[in-house]
């Protein structure tokens, strides 16, 4: 591609060539590269939360057996809501995993941290 002219003695005195900058196409081929993670990232993440989800369906329908058939006291019923509540939010983190995973933007809101918090802790009030 380039040429070397050499003077009597053979030393360089002139090379000729051409570059072309690749930047650009380098830094496409970063971004594709990272695009394609991100989609398996997403698609794994989806079978996960599918899958998590069908678990939650079947905690949280067997916990509403129970709380609504069976004569239960005070602590049961307790932990039984504990079971349902804390199903519910692993139903709200599938959901999330799966808004991820069909990359749709998540809807932004206010959170009153103390409510976040007191409602994941289990209920000592027994």
Do not use: W, Y
């Amino acid at each position: 591609m380039g040429e070397i002219q050499l003077d009597s003695g053979g030393q360089p005195v002139r090379i000729l060539g051409a570059t072309q900058d690749i930047t650009e196409r380098k830094t496409l081929e970063a971004d594709l590269r990272h695009a394609q993670k991100m989609e398996a990232v997403g698609r794994l993440a989806a079978g996960v939360a599918h899958d998590f989800n069908n678990i939650m369906t079947i905690i949280q329908g067997n916990a509403s057996l129970v709380l609504n058939s069976c004569k239960l006291d005070g602590e049961q019923v307790n932990s039984l809501q504990e079971i349902a509540k804390a199903s519910e939010r692993a139903g709200h983190l599938t959901r999330q995993l799966l808004a991820f995973g069909r990359r749709q933007v998540m809807q932004v809101r206010l959170l009153d941290l103390n409510e976040v918090v007191t409602g994941s802790a289990p209920c000592c009030n027994g």
